[in-house]
């Protein structure tokens, strides 16, 4: 009976807090409907929330201007779920969220502080959150009322009588508190596309019945965090290791100065004694300025030394008596303990709401910042709005999107999860990178731990894998990432480098000196760029190797030809008359399968690069053919045709393909069925027969799909290899990336196979499954095991690499279900021969099942299917100056082109093939055909 009465008394409380939470939200406002006021394109039809793929931490819903976002709802201090393994051991709560443009990356965490990334002359942290030294990232307010009472408006941090709501949105974060008198309403976001600094929009209403005078504190921290390359990160051997190793990275600010000044409006730090060097080089000693700008008015006063702003050492609690900054702040560099708080007195009336504005970022050391942040001025009570919807209808500019039959399995998201997911991807794909100095290109990195924790950014697969569909989004953003990776080429052994870091620095990461199919990667970008384009000037685009004051500028046909060189004469062929594999192929650990590794990396061959050769070969051909290199493209089409011929003869008697040679008698994939080689295969068209195609979709879904929960296995073991090693040969795990050629392939064979596969391999049948793990939901890794693993929806971490400790963010995961959205409309670079001239062009076949209407619109081009799949439409919209050629497939349910509507000064050519279309340059216009 007693107990009885506990649990009566327990369920009642927890009743009456409820009830309390709801009121407070009704008074906040909080649970108010949001009135939607698009700025979507008029190509994109309204977004709708859907009902997949929202976990157990949220709820996916369109935001006021139409566009995706994710409430977070879950109360992570008190709710068991929000704790998720790390190799730290450490009980972490933490889940955070990108807002990004092309200079910045911040972290929005649910806790409501904020940190920011930037990669100018090398990877460093601005702000990093480290409380055990006092810093606490900022992003945040502090309110001191008259009554006494210090508010930290963070949700980690609020008072317990008081709410918050986040928003996790395309390029913002919204972190609101409200006690139900007071609301602090804070909007953090990234201008476009490139302003080197963040602003902070923050709204402050009096909800009561009285006047309210207080001071409003705007924080943020000071505390440089430089992250030059480590390549041991984990924690998986050792838990202390990773806060050693970020130790070792503070001690890099030893000898520095820190001082804090302020000038009107502006609240600048600077770290000045280091010592200049020249890149490239693993650290860059000479730090930017950060500054805080208010951009509202003039602040009251300003505090610089948390010691006297904060009651406690490591928790942000105010002090009562603290003092404000009275002419210069200085103070050692090693631990800077130092923040940039401007603050304003506040008289509030009842009902009003004051908005104050500010701005966080960087700048070259001493140089001026009034003009820099000009643009971004409070200019009235109407701008903060104005300028939200800007940055909305900027990331809607850029959004993909989809029609298509609603899916009637009940294994795969709804439509509109569907489609909100391919807009959410654009943005973060977009979104995810910087500027680099040394190499004076943007990039998009791979980002997650490698990048991260690593500081390691690559490898160059990676980036093409990147630059595929952002052609068809973002043209611009993919010529740069192209260009910058054509830099990665050694000088001295034109051999392309697995990985950057620091201040233009490369590394091969220890064990990757050698990998023998970077090029290859890179003919595919490039051939995915031009063709999608039809943008031929990239070839000419005049680009060094590295170090670049060491090499020539070269067109960048000259870094296809010297790949064409490196392959053939200095990789070569082994045994077998496959391309060696030397250190690695896309899978970076695939020699340690081998039982010798340093026979496997002398003398071991992979069949996928021959595969990729047969398929990425013809295109590389094609664009040295356009440029004369005759020998060049002659030599590499030779040996594209001997590397098809020998892959071909690698398919065993059960229907799939090795894998790869460890040495002249060790065959390996027979006991082991790899995703990635299979689906290469397909790709490349080897198997003999449509039949033996399809029966290759059926064993590859068989054994790596079917028995998945969650997307298919990247491979999967019949026998234990002799040197599995966990966290990066371990069996279970499925990667977007290489999912997404597998659908590539499976289009080539199986349209339905291909359009299931593209529905099951998405962020929102994760979260679905996996709904109480939070990566997977609006962001992830790059790969995370399934239902066969004891780690059953987590993703992985090895000696070396921690990449549970920094989950999301991984390009991989947001490039997977762009490209397999492209293949399975059947877009992708092909080649055709006319008049003895092999041409490269964009290949449109729409792989699609029967029985509804489908459409893929990419800010480059949309392409429409009939409901009975007799015709389809293709709409070319002009974003640079030049033509395209592409070679028009059939209809989904037509085996041949029967005819082509073309508009007038639009040419075709009738080729086995289908219908090769040449469209000329039309100025900001659209050009529509028709393929019966």
């Known amino acids: 009976m007693r107990t009885s009465n506990v649990v009566r008394a327990i369920l009642l409380l927890a009743t009456l807090a409820g009830c309390q939470s709801e009121t407070l939200a009704r008074r906040c406002g909080f649970d108010a409907p949001v009135q939607v006021q698009s700025v979507l394109p008029d190509r994109i039809a309204p977004f709708a929330a859907g009902a997949s793929g929202h976990g157990s931490f949220g709820l996916w819903f369109v935001d006021r201007f139409g566009l995706p976002a994710y409430r977070y709802t879950l109360d992570q201090m008190h709710d068991g779920r929000a704790l998720w393994p790390n190799t730290e051991q450490l009980p972490r709560r933490d889940h955070w969220h990108l807002v990004g443009n092309l200079r910045i990356n911040a972290l929005a965490y649910n806790h409501g502080y904020v940190e920011v990334f930037i990669q100018d002359r090398g990877l460093e942290a601005l702000n990093r959150f480290d409380p055990a030294s006092g810093n606490f990232a900022g992003g945040f307010s502090v ?51 490139d302003a080197a600094l963040l602003v902070d929009d923050v709204a402050i209403t009096n909800l009561t019945g009285r006047t309210i005078d207080l001071e409003h504190v705007e924080v943020w921290d000071v505390n440089r965090h430089a992250m030059p390359i480590q390549l041991v990160r984990s924690g998986s051997l050792e838990p202390t290791l990773p806060a050693r190793l970020d130790a070792e990275r503070d001690a890099l600010n030893e000898g520095l100065t820190l001082s804090i000044g302020h000038d009107g409006a502006i609240v600048r730090a600077q770290l000045s004694g280091g010592t200049p060097v020249s890149p490239p080089t693993d650290f860059n000693p000479e730090p930017f300025d950060t500054f805080v700008a208010d951009l509202s008015g003039i602040p009251d006063r300003v505090y610089a030394d948390p010691r006297a702003f904060w009651a406690e050492a490591t928790r942000p609690v105010p002090a009562a008596g603290r003092v404000a900054l009275d002419g210069r702040f200085e103070v050692d560099g090693f631990g800077q303990a130092a923040m940039l708080a401007p603050s304003r007195n506040l008289t509030i009336a009842p009902g009003e709401t004051v908005r104050l504005r500010y701005a966080f970022g960087y700048t070259e050391p001493g140089a001026a910042v009034t003009a820099m942040v000009a643009p971004w001025q409070l200019a009235s009570e109407q701008t903060a709005e104005q300028d939200a919807r800007a940055l909305a209808a900027a990331h809607a500019a850029y959004a993909v999107d989809l029609t298509a039959p609603e899916p009637a399995r009940g294994d795969v998201p709804d439509l509109a999860a569907l489609r909100r997911e391919l807009a959410w991807h654009s943005y973060y794909l977009r979104n995810a990178g910087g500027f680099q100095q040394y190499f004076e290109h943007f990039i998009v990195n791979q980002g997650s731990a490698y990048w ?27 010529r740069e990432v192209l260009l910058y990776a054509a830099r990665m080429r050694h000088e001295d052994r034109r051999a392309l480098s697995y990985a950057v870091g620091g201040y233009g620095q490369l590394s091969d990461a220890g064990i990757h000196t050698n990998p023998s199919d970077v090029d290859l990667f890179l003919w595919w970008g490039i051939a995915e760029y031009v063709a999608a384009t039809g943008d031929q000037t990239i070839l000419d685009a005049m680009e060094p190797w590295w170090p670049k004051d060491e090499s020539a500028s070269r067109p960048l046909w000259r870094h296809i030809e010297a790949g064409v060189r490196r ?9 077998h008359g496959l391309i060696h594999v030397q250190t690695g192929d896309w899978d ?4 340690f399968f081998a039982e010798d590794r340093e026979q496997a990396e002398k003398e071991g061959e992979s069949v996928a690069n021959a595969m990729m050769a047969a398929r990425m070969g013809s ?69 003999p027969t449509p039949d033996d195609a399809r029966e290759l979709v059926v064993l590859t879904r068989e054994h790596l799909s079917t028995p998945s929960t969650t ?59 996996y709904p109480d793990i939070w990566y997977g939901i609006w962001s992830g890794p790059d790969a995370q095991y399934t239902n066969v693993h004891p780690d059953a929806g987590q993703t992985w971490a090895s000696v070396a690499t921690p990449t549970r400790d920094f989950p999301i963010i991984n390009s991989n995961q947001h490039v997977g279900p762009l490209l397999g959205a492209l293949r399975v409309f059947g877009i992708e670079p092909v080649t055709a021969v006319v008049e003895g001239r092999t041409e490269l062009a964009l290949g449109i076949a729409p792989k699609l099942p029967p029985g509804g209407q489908y459409a893929l619109d990419l800010p480059l081009m949309r392409v429409d299917v009939a409901a009975d799949g007799a015709s389809y439409s293709v709409t070319l919209r002009s974003r640079t100056n030049a033509s395209r050629a592409l070679l028009l497939g059939p209809p989904p349910a037509r085996d041949t082109v029967t005819g082509v509507e073309l508009p007038d000064g639009v040419t075709a050519v009738t080729l086995p093939e289908g219908q090769l279309v040449r469209v000329p340059i039309v100025a900001d216009a659209e050009t529509m055909l028709i393929v019966r």
């Not at 392959?567 to 045994?575: E, K, Q, T, W």
């Not at 491979?715 to 590539?744: C, K, M, Q, R, V």
Request: charged letters at 25%; aromatic letters at 12%.
């Open 711 to 769: 997307g298919m296995f990247q491979f999967h073991y019949f026998s234990e290899p002799a040197n599995a090693l966990e966290g990066a040969t371990d069996e279970g795990s499925s990667n977007p990336a290489i999912s997404a050629l597998a659908i590539w392939g499976f289009a080539h064979a199986d349209r339905d196979a291909a359009w299931i596969e593209f529905l099951r391999n998405t962020m929102a049948r994760k979260a679905d499954v």
């Open 452 to 478: 991260y924790k690593h500081g390691l950014d690559g490898a160059v697969r990676d980036f093409m894998f990147i630059a595929a569909p952002l052609s068809y989004i973002d043209p611009a953003l993919a």
């Open 588 to 591: 970076d650990s695939i020699t």
């Open 567 to 575: 392959l053939i004469d200095d990789i070569g062929v082994g045994a």
């Open 143 to 193: 309110l001191s009322l008259a009554d006494g009472r210090q508010i930290v408006t963070a949700d980690r941090w609020k008072p317990a009588e008081s709410l918050t709501r986040r928003v996790f949105g395309m390029g913002y974060a919204t972190h609101d508190w409200c006690d139900g008198e007071l609301r602090v309403e804070r909007n953090i976001w990234a201008p476009q596309p």
């Open 619 to 687: 295109w590389a051909a094609a664009m040295l053919e356009a440029r004369g290199a005759t020998t060049a493209a002659n030599d590499i089409l030779t040996f594209s045709a001997q590397q098809r011929r020998e892959a071909a003869e690698e398919r065993l008697p059960d229907g799939w393909y090795r894998r790869a040679w460890f040495g002249p008698n060790e065959p390996f994939g027979e006991e082991v069925i790899f995703l990635f080689s299979n689906a290469l295969a397909l790709i490349a068209d080897l198997p």
